[in-house]
Nanobody
Framework: QVQLVESGGGLVQPGGSLRLSCSAS????????MGWYRQAPGKQRELVAA??????TNYADSVKGRFTISRDNAKTMYLQMNSLKPEDTAVYYC?????????WGQGTQVTVSS
């Protein structure tokens, strides 16, 4: 089992920045990939960014050049979000995949509004 806890969400003005963190615990060895997803009201959950065991990353087109995913050790993953837009408003979820199983955090709200 893997437990994931997100933090760092909040209210920010358009053009501002936030950094989300995801702390992993439990059976964190052999995690194949981690990622950030988001879900806005009335919309499906969508992939924002992912980072794989070898360090490669991918991003949704809507956040390329503005968001950066990183992982500084086996336990912590980040999402640096710059130039935030109102359409980035959503609940952001941390995700981990290990041996075919998928794990989710509880989510953290990000609201971009003036």
């Amino acid at each position: 089992q893997v437990q994931l806890v997100e933090s760092g969400g909040g209210l920010v003005q358009p053009g501002g920045s936030l950094r989300l963190s995801c702390s992993a615990s439990g059976s964190i060895f052999s995690i194949d990939a981690m990622g950030w997803y988001r879900q806005a009201p009335g919309k499906q959950r969508e992939l924002v960014a992912a980072i794989f065991r070898g360090g490669s990353t991918n991003y949704a087109d809507s956040v390329k050049g503005r968001f950066t995913i990183s992982r500084d050790n086996a336990k912590t993953m980040y999402l640096q979000m710059n130039s935030l837009k109102p359409e980035d408003t959503a609940v952001y979820y941390c995700n981990a995949k290990r041996f075919g199983d998928t794990y989710w955090g509880q989510g953290t709200q990000v609201t971009v509004s003036s």
